[in-house]
């Protein structure tokens, strides 16, 4: 967790990265280099004074006043949830130069990449973004094949679903901590199939 003197905090997850310009974290315009999944909780007109925040992702620039909000870059785009406030996100063209821009509203989940033109949205359930900065992980009718990204991001292990149709499969649930041994037994009774973990191999399926 990266504290900065207004007390705006960016919490990164495994497997993330930050940079950032020594001493500028105080500044009117703040801008970091991020790639990973980080929670960015940042104060809005720290002691009166406006200031504006930008985080640089391999696909474009999420601008922010003062909001909650989760980043991540994984999978070759980069999504942005947005909590509360208000947040700008940013696509890079690099064809045309122009930048496509749309202003999220608190609730959606916004998807861009560098090699598409286009900046999808989508209404979703918050907590199954932001959860484990509190440690937890939190599904809701989330498909089987998110929770193995999620599972190989997090604990850096590989993944085989043998019946590829397991995919498909939604999960609802919550898990108090990130144990991952706790994780596959619930997840093995869940799905109805055996779950296997050897080092950094995690198969699923008969």
């Given at each position: 967790?990266?504290?900065?003197?207004?007390?705006?905090?960016?919490?990164?997850n495994?497997?993330?990265?930050?940079?950032?310009?020594?001493?500028?974290l105080g500044?009117?315009?703040?801008?970091?280099?991020?790639?990973?999944?980080?929670?960015f909780?940042?104060?809005?007109?720290?002691?009166?004074?406006?200031?504006?925040?930008?985080?640089?992702?391999?696909?474009g620039?999420?601008?922010?006043?003062?909001?909650?909000f989760?980043?991540?870059?994984?999978?070759?785009?980069?999504?942005?949830?947005l909590?509360?406030?208000?947040?700008?996100?940013?696509?890079?063209?690099?064809?045309?130069?122009?930048?496509?821009?749309?202003?999220?509203?608190?609730?959606?989940?916004?998807?861009?990449?560098?090699?598409?033109?286009?900046?999808?949205?989508?209404?979703?359930?918050?907590?199954?973004?932001?959860?484990?900065?509190?440690?937890?992980?939190?599904?809701?009718?989330?498909?089987?094949?998110?929770?193995?990204?999620?599972?190989?991001?997090?604990?850096?292990?590989?993944?085989?679903?043998?019946?590829?149709?397991?995919?498909?499969?939604?999960?609802?649930?919550?898990?108090?901590?990130?144990?991952?041994?706790?994780?596959?037994?619930?997840?093995?009774?869940?799905?109805?199939?055996?779950i296997?973990?050897?080092?950094?191999?995690?198969?699923?399926?008969?």
């Open positions: 967790t990266v504290t900065m003197g207004d007390s705006s905090q960016i919490m990164l495994a497997h993330s990265s930050l940079r950032y310009p020594a001493g500028k500044a009117a315009r703040v801008e970091v280099w991020f790639e990973g999944e980080g929670y909780n940042i104060r809005h007109n720290p002691e009166g004074r406006r200031r504006e925040f930008v985080v640089h992702t391999p696909d620039d999420v601008t922010v006043l003062g909001t909650q989760v980043v991540d870059t994984r999978d070759k785009e980069t999504r942005v949830v909590e509360k406030g208000e947040v700008h996100v940013a696509l890079k063209d690099t064809l045309s130069r122009k930048k496509k821009v749309y202003v999220m509203k608190p609730g959606e989940l916004t998807r861009f990449s560098a090699r598409e033109d286009s900046i999808s949205v989508a209404r979703v359930n918050t907590s199954v973004y932001t959860s484990w900065t509190n440690n937890r992980l939190y599904m809701d009718d989330t498909s089987l094949r998110d929770i193995t990204s999620r599972i190989e991001q997090t604990y850096g292990v590989s993944v085989v679903v043998r019946d590829k149709n397991l995919l498909r499969q939604r999960v609802s649930g919550s898990l108090e901590d990130y144990n991952l041994e706790i994780l596959l037994t619930g997840l093995s009774q869940v799905l109805g199939v055996n296997s973990h050897h080092d950094k191999l995690v198969v699923i399926g008969n």
